[in-house]
């Protein structure tokens, strides 16, 4: 099991920005963790895709984002990041990282709360 956590999440107003961070315990976009990536959770709603990445580096996002949202990483700090720019108050949520094995096991870490708020 991949161990995941997430840091970054705060309230933040309207039109701000945010840098999410995930550590996992293994190194991301490799053989063994092929898939990384971000999904949010509002109050009272389904657990939705933000953001996933593969190691070809074919990255999907989801609508919403509308490009606003990046994500990077680094492999040597077992890393990866969620770039948020232009948030708006429908994107509070519980953030969570997300990791798929190679034998395709999801992984998920205990989330980081993200508050768009004036």
């Known amino acids: 099991q991949v161990q995941l956590a997430e840091s970054g999440g705060d309230l933040v107003q309207p039109g701000g920005s945010l840098k999410l961070s995930c550590v996992a315990s293994?190194?991301?976009?490799?053989?063994?963790?092929?898939?990384m990536g971000w999904y949010r959770q509002a109050p009272g709603q389904q657990r939705e895709l933000v953001a996933t990445?593969?190691?070809?580096?074919?990255?999907k996002f989801a609508d919403f984002v509308k490009g606003r949202f990046t994500i990077t990483s680094a492999p040597l700090k077992g890393s990866i990041y969620l770039q948020m720019t232009d948030l708006k108050p429908e994107d509070t949520a519980n953030y969570f990282c997300?990791?798929?094995?190679?034998?395709?096991?999801?992984?998920w870490g205990p989330g980081t709360q993200v508050t768009v708020s004036s």
């Open positions: 997300y990791a798929k094995t190679y034998a395709g096991i999801e992984n």
């Open positions: 990445r593969t190691r070809n580096g074919v990255t």
């Open positions: 293994e190194n991301p976009f490799t053989s063994r963790l092929p898939v």
